[in-house]
């Protein structure tokens, strides 16, 4: 009698527990270390009278076959594939492909992702031009770019592809951009029932964003966010964000007595002088990992997985060994809180190479080994 009840007893914890893990958590587990691939995002690279759709050019692409592989040799599991397919349609109804060359580049990221056996993410990256374009990220031509990806990839297998519906929502309120998601996410289940998607909030998918926000009713969803404090360290000489930041340089990591940054004298922007006053607490390993376990205790809470689709650092003017110190704290804390992530990016500007080679230097390796060695 007592043996059958602790059986039973036993069974119903394992069913519990099973029923709480979902196809998505599943599918999350399986990511593991992640790489991003800088290419088809950079529609800067485009013609302005042309509104960038040639961007990016068929030749220069097919170079890339070789990283899909050199990625899956350095140990990573998925690739993220930033795209601007936003860049390839025109900005008027009735909405249609402009550039099929384009889709062709996209298709190719895909099927080599495919043949090293990674996971992919197909990430609908920049569709808002930072506000350039007017009408590019209006919600109808949204979900028709989608309706449009989805049906292009619904053969590829849901165990190995996802969707991102859209990389860092910003200048946009948070529950306009819930309705926004609401409807792509509808307009994909009716074509690709199965396929896994991820999903970010309003803020540049920031954390705080997530946690102040709610799930979507869809169960199959992946929950992202970007991580890249401290902002100052990571961001130091970049021309794209903050005023101020660009002149950054030689910030370590961690804080440290010598420690000395002064924002320049025209920067009305007071954000990077906060940057610099809070720098000695953000660049603590016990902050960041309470930042970052906010955001595990959110997925906990409602039973849905999340994953870290940015983090990184640039590599202008950080020194090699602050990067890795960086990179080691930072994909500890994930190993610790078991938190999937795609590293910003193979070989542009926050690459983890040696100088001037094309191999990860050593320590970056090191950080990048201690994600498995915490789980
Ligand atoms: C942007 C990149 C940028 C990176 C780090 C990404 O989301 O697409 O252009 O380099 O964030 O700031």
């Not at 349609?89 to 495919?114: C, I, R």
């Not at 896994?196 to 992946?222: C, M, Y």
């Not at 080691?328 to 190479?353: C, H, Q, R, S």
Request: hydrophobic share 40%.
């Amino acid at each position: 009698m007592k043996k059958s009840f602790f059986l039973i007893l036993i069974l119903f914890v394992c069913a519990q527990f099973s029923a709480a893990r979902t196809i998505a958590h599943k599918r999350a587990e399986r990511m593991s270390v992640g790489m991003n691939i800088s290419y088809l995002d950079n529609w800067w690279n485009g013609t302005k009278a042309k509104i960038y759709g040639d961007f990016a050019k068929t030749s220069e692409a097919a170079k890339r076959e070789k990283m899909f592989a050199d990625i899956a040799r350095a140990g990573f599991k998925t690739v993220r594939i930033p795209i601007n397919f936003g860049a390839w349609a025109n900005y008027e109804k009735p909405y249609k492909w402009e550039n099929q060359e384009g889709l062709k580049l996209a298709d190719s990221f895909v099927k080599w992702a495919s043949d090293n056996k990674l996971n992919a993410i197909i990430d609908l990256h920049h569709v808002e031009f930072d506000g350039s374009v007017k009408g590019a990220a209006a919600t109808e031509r949204v979900v028709w770019l989608w309706r449009e990806i989805a049906e292009r990839y619904k053969n590829t297998d849901p165990e190995k592809v996802f969707f991102e519906l859209r990389n860092e929502p910003h200048d946009i309120k948070a529950d306009e951009w819930r309705r926004q998601a609401e409807e792509i996410i509808k307009a994909i289940r009716k074509i690709a029932p199965n396929h896994t998607l991820i999903v970010g909030f309003h803020d540049w998918n920031s954390r705080q964003a997530l946690i102040e926000s709610e799930p979507f009713k869809d169960s199959n969803i992946i929950y992202t966010f970007h991580y890249y404090d401290p902002f100052l360290f990571t961001h130091q000489g970049a021309t794209w964000s903050n005023k101020g930041l660009a002149e950054m340089k030689n910030i370590p990591f961690p804080w440290k007595e010598t420690f000395s940054a002064k924002a320049p004298q025209n920067v009305d922007d007071t954000c990077v002088v906060g940057l610099i006053n809070t720098y000695e607490k953000d660049s603590q390993e016990a902050k960041m990992s309470a930042d970052l376990k906010t955001a595990k205790d959110w997925s906990e809470k409602h039973k849905v997985p999340v994953f870290i689709g940015e983090f990184g650092s640039f590599t202008r003017y950080a020194a090699e060994a602050d990067r890795c110190r960086h990179a080691e704290t930072v994909y500890k804390i994930f190993g610790k809180l078991k938190i999937p992530n795609a590293w910003w990016e193979w070989d542009g500007g926050f690459n983890m190479f040696k100088k001037g080679a094309t191999e990860i230097a050593d320590c970056m390796r090191k950080a990048v080994d201690s994600f498995e060695a915490q789980k």
